[in-house]
């Protein structure tokens, strides 16, 4: 299984019947093909769709209708269309149960720097602050380190913010981590991993409950 | 009585597009972006534009062209992660990029068109970007003061029109459209259907006719409003 799947398959596990949440471009977009056909959640996009389904294929297409990355999705039943005021009105009025997003940092204290490096990259903003902000829960899927190997979970943020404390839950190809008051705690391990890996390649104090008993993936 | 009938001509409507001017484009991506209006632009070669869009289309599409064409001074908009080439011009300095939170820029061209003088956030108010603004305590809280949007110009891509200019949009199409409309002091629309004032149920009309000043017909869309192959996921 690749990296992608393995973290894929996992936060669609944390999707909920009846939630209403947004899947960030990229990583977090992948879960929606692990998502079970029936589930009632309402997708939003932040171009203006609440109840956006699967990616189309086979020539299904509408010129009309795309998602915030510029792909085409289908609609579910019950989906609606609005203007970008509207559409972040459910983002910042707190109307998003959660947003999954993907980073370059993620701090112990929930800091998450995942919109410029300076000098390198900056593409601009979107909608990454106000859902990071504002969302009632923010989950990170990311890989556990950069393509040098280097821990992306950190002490501090080096890079420069998107927003602080706001992230809840970190999803990775080797374990689950929550961000707490006490900082990183370990909740699930992947089965290819093991706690001494995953504490190896985080970049800050990593809390484990109870080795012997922490939940696989 | 009567009907008013706001339709013109791509070329008058692109001259009224002066040197200088500040100017609104509709579209978040393809749906919604007036390309007929932005071509006619093109002809047209006002220079030292202000443009203003959620981002900047893709390389060599809609307003891509204008900036690649250096007929764009400034940029105000939130993302450009699909546009390298206005990414490389932006670093090479050869136009100048404001970025804001997507959702603060919709709500900036919004406050434009309520006539209201700007709106309190606290949207990257721990984040660089929140340097040099104005802040203000509200209710303990400390908030960022973001100036209203308005612009000399709103080029507006509608699904339907009738002649008095009250607009339907389509699906995601709709997006900075609305807002935009009621934030310019010329607002231009194009339209894939023209139909008889009275014909639009009033309930169906989202934007009404009184943002409205000229109206261009499309009378064939080009490849550009098509679907994008490159977005397409090849089974």
Redesign the interface.
């Known amino acids: 299984m690749s990296y992608k799947t393995k973290i894929a398959k996992r936060t669609a596990r944390e999707i909920g019947p009846g939630q209403v949440i947004n899947l960030g471009i990229g990583l977090p977009t992948l879960a929606m093909a692990y998502l079970p056909e029936d589930m009632p959640v309402l997708i939003h996009s932040e171009n203006g769709i609440l109840g956006m389904g699967r990616a189309c294929r086979n020539g299904t297409e509408d010129r009309n209708l795309i998602d915030a990355g510029g792909g085409y999705p289908e609609i579910v039943k019950g989906a609606s269309f609005f203007d970008s005021a509207l559409s972040f009105s459910i983002i910042r009025g707190g109307r998003l149960d959660a947003a999954f997003l993907g980073t370059l940092e993620v701090s112990m204290n929930g800091d998450l720097a995942n919109w410029i490096i300076p000098g390198k990259f900056a593409p601009g903003i979107g909608g990454g602050m106000e859902l990071a902000q504002k969302a009632r829960r923010l989950i990170i899927t990311t890989t556990h380190t950069t393509r040098k190997g280097e821990p992306k979970l950190l002490k501090g943020c080096t890079l420069p913010l998107t927003a602080k404390a706001c992230v809840d839950r970190i999803i990775t190809e080797l374990a689950v981590i929550d961000v707490t008051e006490e900082g990183f705690v370990l909740k699930e391990v992947a089965e290819e991993s093991s706690v001494d890996e995953v504490v190896q390649k985080t970049g800050a104090p990593l809390i484990v409950p109870d080795e012997n008993s922490i939940p696989t993936f | 009585m009567s009907m008013i009938d706001k339709n013109t001509t791509r070329k008058e409507a692109a001259a009224l597009v002066r040197d200088g001017a500040s100017v609104m484009v509709g579209g ?4 919604g972006t007036p390309f007929i209006l932005i071509d006619a632009l093109l002809e047209q070669k006002p220079s030292n534009l202000t443009l203003i869009k ?2 900047a289309n ?1 390389d060599g599409m809609g307003i891509s062209k204008i900036i690649e064409a250096g007929m764009c001074r400034k940029l105000i ?6 546009n390298s080439t206005v ?1 490389g011009m ?1 670093n090479e300095k050869k136009i100048e990029v404001e ?9 900036k ?2 406050a434009g068109g309520a006539g209201l003088a700007g709106i309190l ?4 108010i ?4 929140s340097e040099g603004k104005t802040k203000v305590e509200v209710n303990g809280e400390t908030v960022m003061v973001e100036e209203s949007l308005n612009a000399d110009v709103a080029l507006i891509h509608a ?1 339907k029109a009738d002649r008095m200019g009250n607009m339907v949009y ?10 935009m409309a009621s934030a310019a002091s010329t607002v231009i629309v194009e339209t894939e259907e023209i139909v008889e004032t009275g014909t639009l149920s009033p309930d169906e009309i989202h934007t009404p006719a009184a943002f409205v000043d000229h109206i261009v017909v499309i009378d064939n869309l080009t490849e550009e ?4 192959q490159s ?3 090849q ?1």
Not at chain 2, 77 to 82: A, E, M, P
């Open positions: 978040f991506g393809v749906p959620n981002e893709e908009t939130s993302h450009l992660g699909l990414i932006m970025f804001h939170p997507q959702g603060i820029l919709a709500e061209i919004r956030t606290d949207i990257g721990d984040t660089i970007i699904a389509e699906k995601t199409a709709r997006n900075f459209n609305p807002l409003y098509g679907v994008l977005h397409v996921i089974d």
